[in-house]
């Protein structure tokens, strides 16, 4: 059965990669243009990109080929690679904001605001762009904005929660960055964070759409979580005055150019059937949802999936991969920063439990083999060279037993990632240069 086993194998890659590929930044920014042009500055008028994100180089490299040289700002992270020639480029904090991402912020604020109405703005958003221009509202601190995160959090507060409640206290996020700009037409191409999904209020913090509730909700909220007595006086004050009004009009066009959802769609376009919905929940619960997907498969079929971040995963853990200690609320991994404790060169905890769960319940159940279950983070792993994924099939077991480990006990004992490192099953692509979540595939012999 190996070299069934091989093509298997091999078909789950090759679809992964189709995957990928639709997600790069310069190709993804390339195509958008392609398809919907940007309309031409008026009399007199210019163009201004702006790019922001852990992938904003590249995104801006592309619009300058499309569009021509121009007034061109970049904001981003030291991993990010050299800016595009005539671009300048400000390299800020991520995933903690610091006042290099301050004094950004500063300067994308002055750049919008000299939008006139012949003018045109065309903003490129990636992940961390939120965190890498701060702009706290005017009476706030940086310190104000993570500390209040960080009560949400530690509560227990959602990710759509924490933004709401965000918005209320920046400049920038729920509609602040747009209004700016005010009346240029302003055309928004974004490249989907994971956890911010493809609502436009949630992209970037809502900077270029608009907010996800108002005030008095996100008081509420606060007040629900039990912090309120807890909050920075200044941030207090604030919830106290009310809110100004929204603009009258903003003339910007948001389309997502990568995503979790479009990359799901290139792996089908590519062969492979689409599962509806992302997966979503910890490995425990996925693995009989993947499971019974796979039961119903024709063979000779594969099955793509997207995958929601799972809360609590990855675990928060310090610098020396220890769990982390409670925040001052008393919960644990108090930090703003979640890290995956690994291995070394051991698949990342999440999808190697969750693919031995699978080899195990497919045993239990007896799966028809042949069978292959790829799962990979989108990143391929980041500019730090940690091991993406895992690929198992139907003979993993049998690696794993051969390694001298049993996988039931390392299920139960949390050494999933080194039982299947053992059995040769990590999957690494390098560095992609992009992040739109985690993607599996099954195939079905």
């Not at 191409?189 to 209020?201: I, M, N, T, W």
């Not at 999933?416 to 999957?427: K, N, S, T, V, Y």
Request: charged fraction near 20%; glycine fraction near 14%; hydrophobic fraction near 50%.
């Amino acid at each position: 059965m190996g070299s069934e086993l091989d093509i298997l194998r091999a078909e789950a890659r090759r679809l992964m990669a189709a995957g990928l590929a639709v997600a790069a930044p310069w190709g993804a920014v390339s195509r958008a243009l392609a398809a919907a042009s940007v309309p031409a500055p008026g009399s007199g008028g210019r163009n201004l990109i702006l790019a922001l994100g852990r992938y904003a180089p590249a995104m801006a490299g592309a619009a300058l080929v499309r569009l021509g040289p121009c007034e061109t700002l970049i904001v981003t992270d030291a991993a990010a690679g050299g800016a595009p020639e005539g671009a300048r480029m400000m390299v800020v904090g991520w995933p903690e904001p610091d006042a290099a991402g301050a004094r950004a912020a500063a300067a994308v604020e002055a750049a919008f605001s000299r939008l006139g109405p012949e003018d045109r703005g065309i903003v490129l958003l990636s992940a961390g762009a939120t965190a890498m221009v701060p702009a706290p509202a005017v009476g706030l601190r940086l310190s104000d904005l993570l500390a209040v995160e960080r009560m949400l959090r530690g509560a227990g507060a959602g990710a759509a929660e924490v933004a709401l409640v965000r918005q209320q206290l920046s400049r920038f996020e729920g509609g602040g960055l747009i209004a700016l700009g005010a009346p240029a037409e302003v055309a928004v191409f974004a490249l989907s964070d994971p956890e911010e999904g493809e609502d436009p209020r949630r992209i970037a913090g809502g900077m270029m759409a608009g907010p996800l509730g108002s005030r008095v909700t996100a008081r509420a909220l606060v007040e629900l979580y039990g912090i309120w007595d807890r909050l920075p006086e200044r941030v207090r004050g604030h919830f106290a005055q009310p809110a100004p009004p929204p603009p009258a009009s903003l003339k910007a066009r948001i389309r997502v150019v990568g995503s979790n959802a479009l990359s799901v769609a290139a792996m089908a376009g590519a062969g492979a059937r689409a599962f509806s919905r992302p997966l979503s929940g910890e490995p425990v619960e996925l693995v009989h949802d993947i499971h019974a997907v796979a039961a119903g498969l024709s063979r000779g079929t594969a099955v793509a999936f997207g995958m929601e971040p799972a809360p609590g995963w990855p675990h928060p853990v310090d610098d020396a991969g220890e769990p982390a200690p409670p925040d001052d609320a008393g919960q644990p991994g108090g930090a703003l920063v979640l890290r995956a404790p690994l291995v070394a060169g051991a698949a990342g905890p999440r999808h190697a439990d969750l693919a031995l769960r699978f080899a195990c319940l497919a045993r239990d159940r007896r799966l028809p083999a042949p069978w292959a279950l790829l799962l990979s983070a989108s990143d391929g792993g980041g500019a730090d060279g940690r091991v993406p994924g895992v690929i198992v099939d139907s003979d993993t077991l049998g690696q794993v037993r051969a390694a001298g480990i049993d996988p039931d006990r390392a299920l139960e004992g949390g050494g999933a990632g080194a039982a299947l490192d053992a059995a040769g099953a990590a999957f690494r692509t390098g560095p992609t240069g992009t992040d739109i979540g985690d993607l599996a595939i099954f195939v079905r012999g």
